[in-house]
């Protein structure tokens, strides 16, 4: 009897990940150990801590904080990167300083946003501002640059003003690599927002899980890890679902191309 | 003229003068409680520089740094050409890769420091399981994006599978794994930071915080250091950006790839 092709296709991407957690449930099942609850505890825990407790009062305001700092960010560096494509003697200038604000690793500044804007929200939210401005700011100009001359040299003939040609012309040319600059960015703001309740903050999930640490309440450690990660990876998988949608003629005109 | 013979330097040397100026004046007002003058960092910055502490807190992120990015490499490269080079290999890991890459590593910062301490052994591992994916994905790309001719062409000459591996897998892969390496090395350095940031130890996370908690006289010192992670930051994307320039010079589609990436 041989087993069927889609059954062998679905089984060959669920086997590892089902062994895992398998073998993470038995191993841990009689632990005794500090630091490794059983998971069946840390599962029951997380249903009773974060639905819909915590969720409320720790990760509503961090995403909160996610969001309005993301969201400008990529206002303002898509905004910004078009100015400074538009003067091309103002983005060589700029170019040194955003490359070195882009490099230095934003937590670094975290004291001196602390010093600047105290230990509340405006502090958080501008730390992840700062931390997704630059690779959206920096991808939209490289973007912008590296639009098809010809394109450009049609927008001549037909006249169009910088802000049509910029509409029209250079924003979706650009868009595959802002989308790749907004995904970094991403990832960025994450990392800031956890570290930023971290080091400063009395609520938040990354000041749950770090207090939770800090006092031996180990499971609900475990807990705030699970959401955490569970919320990363989800808020990646929504970027990418958007990502394709939105960009979607430029994936179908890339798969022609290709094919051709 | 000035242009034709000097290129863009003048032009990017006026942004960082202007820049300086307006620190320089603004600084200079009087009440700052968040900002330095210029003059007092520059100072501080000197003083550190005849500091043996300084140098110390540099060399341990340097060392955290580096021997992650060198143990992520190993791992992520081996793992992701085994993953290319076999459907089974890669379908079975893809699930837990994606988990693993999405989680931020900050949220298993406070289990590192359960289980491992605030050590160097801590940091590292952290840092490197945090490299491993992305450069694991990265190179997965790489092998399977070999032009199928050639990959055919080599089988058709009988060329075995072991130098196929050296003379056709391995270099068609090069440019993404470079890439890979290249965003590993800063997403390592920043992560680095972050650890030390928060969970203390050595290194020049520390030293930052250390300032900060030391109040307003160590200001100017907090700013000096944290321009020093800068330049950091900025040397060593200098340095991996010259050595792939040179590794992979002959590679024919190096450029696109890099602006694609």
Known sequence: MTIPRRILFV????????????????????????????????????????????AVNDLVPSLFNLAIGYVLAVVVGIGLGSVLWRFRRAAVAAHPVVYFLYVLPAPALLPVFMLAFGLGMTMKVAIVFLSCLWPVLLNTLDGMRATDDIKLDVAKTLNLSVLQKLRIVVLPAASPQIAAGMRTALAFGIVLMVVSEMVASTEGIGYFILLSQQTFAVTNMWTGILVLAIVGSLLNILFVLGERRVLKWHYQSTLMNNAR | MLRRK????????????????????????????????????????????????????????????????????????????????????????????????????????????????????????????????????????????????????ARSIGVGPVRTFFSVVLPSASPFIATGVRVAAAMALVITIVIELVAGGSGLGVEISNAALSGGTALPTMYALILTTGLVGMLLTGIIGAVERRLLAWHTTYRSIEVAA
């Open chain 2, 6 to 153: 000097f290129g863009d330097t003048p032009l990017k040397w006026t942004g960082v003068g202007i820049l300086l100026l307006i620190w320089l004046v603004f600084g200079a007002v009087p009440d700052q409680t968040s900002i330095p003058t210029l003059p007092a960092t520059i100072q501080a910055l000197f003083g550190e520089l005849g500091d043996p502490n300084y140098w110390g807190a540099i060399g341990d992120t340097l060392q955290t740094w580096f021997v992650s990015l060198v143990i992520g490499s190993v791992v992520g490269i081996t793992l992701g050409i085994l993953a290319g080079l076999n459907v089974w290999m890669e379908r079975s890991i893809a699930a837990p890769v994606e988990f693993f890459k999405t989680i931020p590593i900050i949220a298993v910062l406070p289990l590192g420091i359960l289980v491992l301490g605030t050590g160097p052994s801590m940091r590292m591992t952290l840092v490197a399981f945090a490299v491993t994916w992305p450069l694991l994905v990265q190179t997965l790309y790489g092998v399977r994006s070999i032009d199928p001719m050639i990959r055919d062409s």
């Open chain 1, 11 to 54: 089984a060959s991407y669920l086997w590892l990940p089902v062994l895992l957690i398998t073998w993470w449930w038995i191993a841990s099942a009689s632990s005794t150990s500090t630091f490794f609850p059983p998971l069946s505890t840390i599962l029951s825990e997380t249903g009773r801590l974060w639905i819909f407790d915590h």
